[in-house]
């Protein structure tokens, strides 16, 4: 038990509080939100009863009591922004959730358009170029399409294009060097 206002130290970053929590029955979100169907858009587990103060509410509950309350809120900051999720959500919805918080924030681009198993990284070498890493953590073949400026695949020596369709075999990874 906290006497203090919940949750804890992040409750002006994120400018709400609450002082209840309850187990998530035939609850969802109003309207699905993030567009992920009636079978993904519910709390599970636990779930917050929300109290904005200075943050937007993205989502609230639909249910007769707790639909007074804010399921999802976003609150400005000094110079950032915290997206406050108050419940367990499902994959499919924290994907949509992730994926609102990064174009929210100015970070979104084609890379956030692959998914898991695929997995992208980008960094500067000392020349100054652009080197970008996919790596494959699945025991299957995954097939995508190189969406950046063309380059040398580092490993085998060959050329990408942008727009080309690269493999990577299971468990294998590509680093390309951006032209």
Not at 17 to 32: C, I, M, R
Request: hydrophobic share 35%; proline share 6%.
């Amino acid at each position: 038990m906290r006497s203090g206002r919940q949750p804890g130290l992040i409750n002006e970053v994120c400018g709400i509080t609450y002082s209840q929590f309850t187990l998530p029955d035939h609850v969802s979100l109003k309207g699905d939100p993030y567009q992920v169907g009636a079978e993904n858009n519910n709390p599970q587990k636990w779930m917050e009863l929300i109290t904005p103060g200075t943050a937007e509410v993205l989502a609230s509950y639909a249910h007769p009591v707790w639909g007074k309350y804010a399921a999802i809120t976003r609150n400005k900051f000094g110079k950032g922004t915290a997206t406050y999720v108050g419940f367990m959500p499902t994959p499919m919805l924290i994907g949509g959730i992730m994926d609102q918080a990064l174009k929210n924030a100015g970070l979104w681009s084609s890379d956030q358009q692959l998914a898991f198993p695929l997995i992208t990284k980008k960094g500067t070498n000392a020349q100054g170029k652009v080197i970008r890493y996919y790596f494959n953590y699945s025991a299957s073949a995954v097939s995508f399409t190189y969406p950046h400026k063309s380059g040398k695949e580092l490993i085998g020596g060959q050329s990408v294009s942008q727009d080309q369709q690269l493999t990577l075999p299971a468990w294998d990874f590509k680093i390309i060097e951006e032209q």
